[in-house]
């Protein structure tokens, strides 16, 4: 079995700070890329950052600059540090794990809200 567990989203004043993390666990050969997806609501699921087994990465323009994506494989644990939110960062976060021969695990999904 495989267990992706995400920490918890949180409710963040506007240009505060928060990090998720998101671990894998169990019976799984090899991750070669990790993400962060969101979905607002009434709006399509967009990526917001990723990071390969080699420590490339890949931001949405939105949030670059802001955003830090990262990983420690020696846990199957990845990280995204979110900085200088806004209300446009409201979204329901998933993390996204893909082994790179078409096995794909996501997380449950977790509510990050920002409001005054």
């Known amino acids: 079995q495989v267990q992706v567990v995400e920490s918890w989203g949180g409710l963040v004043q506007p240009g505060g700070s928060l990090r998720l993390s998101c671990a894998a666990s169990g019976n799984i050969y090899s991750i070669y890329t990790m993400g962060w997806y969101r979905q607002a609501p009434g709006k399509q699921r967009e990526l917001v950052a990723r990071?390969?087994?080699?420590?490339?990465?890949n931001y949405a323009d939105s949030v670059k600059g802001r955003f830090t994506i990262s990983r420690d494989n020696a846990k199957n644990t990845v990280y995204l540090q979110m900085n200088s939110l806004n209300a446009e960062d409201t979204a329901v976060y998933r993390c996204k794990i893909d082994r790179g021969d078409g096995y794909v695990y996501w997380g449950q999904g977790t509510q990050v809200t920002v409001s005054s």
């Open positions: 990071i390969t087994s080699g420590g490339s990465t």
